[in-house]
């Protein structure tokens, strides 16, 4: 602790009162928190019956609530009306109306914001909302607070456009001829000029000339400048109800003589609604009238009149453009002059004072400086325009130079947002701006890298057709400096907090391969893609990596780089654990690395083919079934639906089995509670999802099967040709010999048979334990007929895995595990067949001893 020197302090009276009076101020502080607790009084008058119905206790609490109660149930007006409206209108309303008369701010403002709720939901009909609330509205408007009042002006000024002529008529436009008369208050008097301004647009021209326009003549002459500063802005609504006529002869002369007020402010009112309302005058008033006004206002803002500075350079283009046609050259080169001046003000010393002579510029005059310099970026595509595209680098590159790298940021961010339009007007000449592209793109400020990304992919296209049109034969001659330029800011926006800027950086990066080179793409970026990947703690920026790494992948020709992140992705870096053991990336990341590796996947199958995703990483996403975090599993399974729609069939039928494997694996294994939830889901959108089928493959299969069937059917037609020759040589020995040889073949019959029966079990024996898991499970399918009985599969998926032909049969259980229900038919017709024999062996028998007897 730091000691107490007392030799310092003064002990004397006044020194002493002066410490009382700041306890004092410190008791008076703690005082609030003190109150803040609530007394049992009080907390017994917040205490509300819970019995009321919501009308009764909104109308108890208006009446004798506190404000924060009823603020509530002003705020709580629109919820009341859909719930209840006949009731809302017929009791809680008129509270509301008597509790505002004496209301506090909170409330009034409460108040306005739900009564615009009620009428932009239309909770009541337009005529019921004009009796029961504009009332309530126009009393509010002359609030003495005049952020209540602006409140309810707004909504006011939204009741009008929604409120019928002649409601509008009656009760907002009549009373205005008395509220806006000068012994009327100046607040009742502001208010008149906005709601003039609204109603002008709702009446046809005659009806304004009449009732509106001497108002606004009125208002425009006022003593006091708010009030004509106010009414000057109103004008253009004015203008633009009454039409051009009117607005030639009544409104153009109030704007002149506005134009010349005393007060700045309105001044500056009617310069801004002269350059809104160009397009309403025709050309002799341009000329005429408008021209020599803005002559005027650009002599005197840098000598007399610095206020309408920032004003004039923001609407310098709108105004160039738009007198465009009645300039004369020197006037035109006049106003050019005028805007390179502008563009460079505050930036260096004029009329050859030193700096002993200069004043130092206040803060608000370089404020003042800085806004005029935004300015001037903000209407360069304009002034483009206004020069030709073709004088360009001869009449307004230096300026583009010097806005480029203004010292100022937000001249530079402005500069940055309007490169893209400048590009655009440039077209083929577009070359002559790579440098300032590269410029920004280096800027220390990520603002401004921000505002340049935005439209980085239509900037560099334009910038290599241009080249293209000038005969450049590489894209990198096109734009120099340019890889350099683009790996820095991604490394500046990599370093920095402002992910968002790094996500939306690398989003724009994948329009690359259009503009650079292969080889450059994966030396200098695709690998930064990949270690963003593994190594960025933000999510979205790794998504954003990713996706950008697959088009990468996606337009590199050379299979053995392809090969090689391929290679990287699967087996040294994301999938499996084991290997990630020895590298830094499994130290409590390697579960991270194998989600992404799945996001990855999902844009593999966004962007390339199916057969390419079937090879390279169908079985790696299935090994994840494996995975011993649970989130991993989650993930594969959400993955599973897209995974299947990549298979055809008979192609991909050995895939198809594996994923039937995996599926069963997890039905029957899976502990986690919230996995097995998305397992059997995956499984009911896995039923939903119908594979392709190839067909060219498919015919080729059974062009295949019925070769191999006819080859057989032959053998067997060759072998009963031969028997049949051999038949009647063997008829005498075998009626000789059948006498003494039936005992013996009845025996041997059995022998074989039980032999069946034996190698029928044994083959069960066999083929039981590869599936000794899915024996486990409550559904069982055919070992070797693959019959889907696991849910989601689907009917494509039921394949004979016994034979090389593509063939649907219907699913169902089956009883024996080892054999399809063919082969169990097989067997039992073999049987039928044996028994035949034998039942017919002793009527052959009888027969022969009575042939021989007789």
Request: include cysteine; charged fraction near 25%; glycine fraction near 4%.
């Amino acid at each position: 602790m730091r000691p107490i020197i007392f030799s310092k302090m003064d002990f004397s009276h006044s020194s002493l009162f002066g410490y009382i009076e700041d306890l004092q101020e410190l008791t008076i502080i703690e005082r609030p928190v003190r109150r803040s607790l609530k007394t049992p009084e009080e907390i017994e008058r917040l205490t509300v019956d819970e019995e009321l119905s919501d009308i009764e206790r909104a109308v108890y609490l208006l009446s004798s609530g506190q404000d924060i109660q009823g603020t509530s149930v002003v705020a709580n007006l629109p919820v009341l009306m859909r719930q209840n409206p006949a009731e809302t209108l017929r009791r809680v309303l008129p509270k509301i109306r008597e509790v505002l008369h004496v209301a506090g701010v909170e409330m009034q403002l409460t108040a306005a914001v739900s009564f615009l709720t009620v009428l932009q939901e239309e909770l009541v009909s337009i005529h019921t909302y004009s009796h029961s609330f504009l009332h309530i509205i126009l009393q509010n408007l002359e609030h003495r607070d005049a952020g209540v009042s602006n409140a309810w002006l707004e909504t006011l000024l939204a009741v009008i456009e929604a409120l019928p002529k002649e409601t509008v008529r009656h009760e907002i436009l009549n009373p205005l001829v008395s509220k806006a008369q000068l012994s009327q208050t100046l607040q009742s008097r502001l208010v008149s000029c906005k709601i003039m301004g609204k109603v002008a647009n709702k009446f046809e021209a005659h009806i304004v000339k009449r009732e509106v326009l001497p108002l606004v003549k009125s208002l425009c002459q006022d003593v006091e400048y708010e009030v004509r500063t106010c009414m000057c802005r109103q004008l253009e609504h004015v203008a633009r109800g009454v039409g051009t006529e009117l607005t030639k002869t009544v409104v153009l002369p109030e704007l002149v003589e506005l134009a010349r007020d005393e007060g700045s402010s309105v001044r500056l009112a009617a310069f801004e609604t002269l350059v809104n309302l160009l397009d309403m005058f025709d050309a002799d008033d341009r000329s005429q009238t408008v021209l020599p006004l803005v002559k005027s206002f650009c002599e005197k803002s840098f000598k007399t009149d610095e206020s309408i500075l920032v004003s004039l350079s923001f609407h310098l283009g709108k105004l160039c453009n738009g007198l465009y046609g009645i300039f004369t050259p020197e006037q035109h080169l006049r106003f050019l002059e005028f805007y390179k001046k502008l563009s460079t003000l505050g930036l260096q010393q004029e009329n050859g004072y030193n700096d002993n002579q200069l004043h130092l510029q206040t803060l608000e005059q370089e404020k003042k400086y800085i806004s005029v310099r935004k300015n001037c970026a903000y209407n360069f595509p304009a002034m483009i325009v206004f020069v030709d595209p073709k004088n360009f680098h001869l009449e307004l590159y230096s300026i583009f130079f010097c806005l480029c790298h203004d010292p100022e940021v937000p001249v530079r961010y402005t500069m940055a947002i309007s490169f893209f339009e400048v590009a655009k007007l440039l077209n083929s000449d577009v070359y002559t701006i790579h440098k300032e592209l590269v410029t920004l793109l280096q800027d220390e400020s990520l603002e401004v890298l921000d505002a340049l990304v935005g439209h980085l992919p239509e900037i560099l296209e334009l910038m290599t057709n241009g080249a293209e049109n000038n005969g450049s034969e590489s894209k990198l001659l096109s734009i120099p400096d340019l890889i350099p330029a683009l790996t820095a800011a991604e490394q500046r926006a990599a370093t920095s907090l402002k992910w968002r800027t790094h996500e939306k950086l690398l989003q724009k990066y994948a329009c690359l391969p259009h503009i650079i080179p292969s080889d450059q793409i994966y030396y200098r970026f695709l690998h930064r893609m990949l270690t963003i990947i593994l190594t960025n703690n933000v999510l979205p920026v790794q998504k954003a990596a990713a996706r950008t790494l697959c088009v990468y992948l996606r337009y590199n020709r050379k299979q053995e780089q392809r090969h090689e992140v391929i290679q990287k992705l699967i087996e040294r870096k994301m999938v499996f654990p084991r290997l990630l053991r020895n590298e830094k990336l499994g130290q409590g990341k390697s579960y991270w690395n194998r989600l992404r590796f799945l996001d990855t996947c999902e844009f593999i199958m966004e962007l390339f083919s199916k057969s390419f995703f079937c090879k390279y990483f169908f079985l790696p996403v299935l090994e994840l079934t494996h995975d011993p975090v649970a989130n991993v599993r989650m993930k594969l399974c959400c993955l599973l639906p897209k995974v299947k729609s990549t298979l055809k069939i008979p192609t991909d039928k050995h895939l198809l089995q594996q994923l039937e494997l995996c599926i069963r694996k997890l039905l029957c294994q899976e502990k986690d509670k919230d996995v097995l939830t998305i397992v059997k889901r995956t499984v009911l959108e896995l039923d939903r999802i119908e594979i392709s089928v190839d067909a060219e493959q498919l015919e080729k299969e059974k062009q295949k099967n019925e070769g191999r069937s006819a080859n057989i059917n032959d053998k067997i037609f060759e072998k009963k040709r031969r028997d049949s020759k051999t038949s009647s040589m063997l008829s005498k020995s075998i009626n000789l010999s059948i006498s003494g040889s039936s005992s013996g073949t009845l025996a041997g019959k059995e022998e074989k048979k039980s032999k069946l029966v034996r190698s029928q079990s044994f083959s069960t024996q066999v083929l039981h334990p590869k599936y000794s898991n899915i024996d486990k499970c409550p559904n069982k399918s055919s070992a070797t007929g693959y019959t889907s009985s696991v849910p989601g599969m689907g009917k494509s998926c039921m394949l004979s895995f016994s034979d090389d032909s593509f063939r649907t049969h219907s699913a169902g259980n089956s009883g024996n595990a080892a054999f399809p229900s063919s082969s169990r038919n097989l067997f039992n017709s073999a049987d039928q067949k044996n028994n035949g024999n034998k039942e017919s062996q002793p009527r052959k028998m009888s027969i022969k001893n009575r042939k021989s007897n007789s």
